[in-house]
């Protein structure tokens, strides 16, 4: 069980694909958000997706509903494990609880909570500050399975979308907190594409149309629009096969470093960057130091003063980290 966005599922790849290095013949059933269960499409160990919206996880949108609940009970009756992957501010307890009333008899998750029955296999929970990937590995390291890799890793599709050299930029997210001014994003691109000659793949999904014309029009003949215009898998191609990315905290970030793709991110201060940043493609995080971080708001009171950045320091961070992945790359 993973509950969360893309991005969160994303970075149980190295799980999941040690679950199944060890255990080869099990069946892997993903049970996912309706958001996160997309990303099981960039998962090949998975076998099967399980979508469901949790009132666990509910933020007001679900109905007061018994039978609902009991449905996802009869849905789980089948299963003979569940591991339960949680954030440092998530309670394993809810998902165990459902899970023992399916009679599922063996359930591993990670608790703060001390006295907890109903997980069978409990580990206590690791420092806050313990990075996502290493937050999951330990999890079934616990019991037994052996982890050989430690990285991202997804599969997306090997043709390039774009026959010509490329920056993606992925300028929003869907919490108000995370987002860097739009239009200074595309200041920074199109200044990037005038120095490298390289066109701006411009994503998003279709509701980011509504906020793009600013950001279209400051790149004009430079931008090639593909809001709204990709699939999952097609956006982690494009991605993989960019020279550059430029993007929030977001579920492309988690991408960028499965495909190894360099990438400068507009890193608000939302979270404790060591909980989620990249460890495996070239990356510069960019934030102001503020007295509220992390915050972890989905609203900002105080103005995004952690993301006042200048578009100039995007187009130095981004050209500086083409020259060093130029030289890491010549080097090999």
């Known amino acids: 069980m993973r509950l969360d966005n893309i991005g969160d599922v994303i970075m149980t790849s190295p799980a999941l694909r040690s679950i ?68 440092f501010s998530q309670s ?22 001390k006295g907890g029955m109903m997980l069978t296999h409990e580990i206590p929970s690791a420092p806050d500050e313990l990075h996502q990937v290493e937050r999951n590995l330990r999890l079934i390291e616990s019991v037994g399975f052996e982890v050989r890799d430690r990285s991202l890793s997804i599969q997306y599709l090997k043709t390039d979308l774009i026959h010509q050299p490329y920056i993606v930029l992925n300028p929003w997210t869907s919490c108000q907190s995370r987002n860097y001014d739009a239009k200074r994003f595309a200041i920074a691109a199109q200044q990037l594409a005038k120095i490298t000659g390289w066109k701006v793949a411009v994503t998003g999904v279709e509701k980011d149309r509504d906020r793009a014309g600013i950001v279209l029009e400051i790149l004009g003949n430079d931008a090639i629009d593909l809001i709204g215009k990709t699939s999952l898998p097609e956006l982690a191609s494009l991605i993989a096969h960019a020279k550059l990315m430029l993007s929030n905290n977001t579920s492309t970030m988690h991408i960028a470093d499965a495909t190894r793709t360099p990438s400068v991110i507009m890193f608000a201060g939302t979270e404790l960057e060591c909980q989620w940043q990249p460890r495996n493609c070239p990356v510069r995080l960019l934030r102001r130091p503020t007295p509220c971080h992390p915050c972890y708001a989905f609203q900002c009171p105080y103005d995004l003063e952690c993301l006042d950045i200048e578009p100039e320091e995007i187009v130095r961070s981004s050209l500086e980290l083409l020259e060093q992945s130029q030289l890491c790359l010549k080097s090999r």
């Not at 933020?59 to 299963?79: N, Q, T």
């Not at 307890?93 to 703060?112: D, Q, V, Y």
């Open 20 to 87: 199944k290095a060890n255990l080869p013949n099990v069946k892997l059933t993903l049970m996912a958000s309706p958001g996160g269960s997309i990303a099981a499409s960039l998962l090949p160990w998975v076998d099967e997706v399980l979508t469901w919206r949790v009132l666990w996880q509910d933020l007001g949108r679900l109905a007061f509903d018994p039978a609902r609940e009991w449905e996802l009970v009869e849905k789980l009756r089948s299963f003979d494990a569940v591991i339960i992957f949680t954030s």
């Open 92 to 113: 394993p307890h809810p998902a165990a609880f459902i899970s023992c009333l399916a009679g599922i008899p063996l359930r591993l998750g990670e608790s703060k909570e």
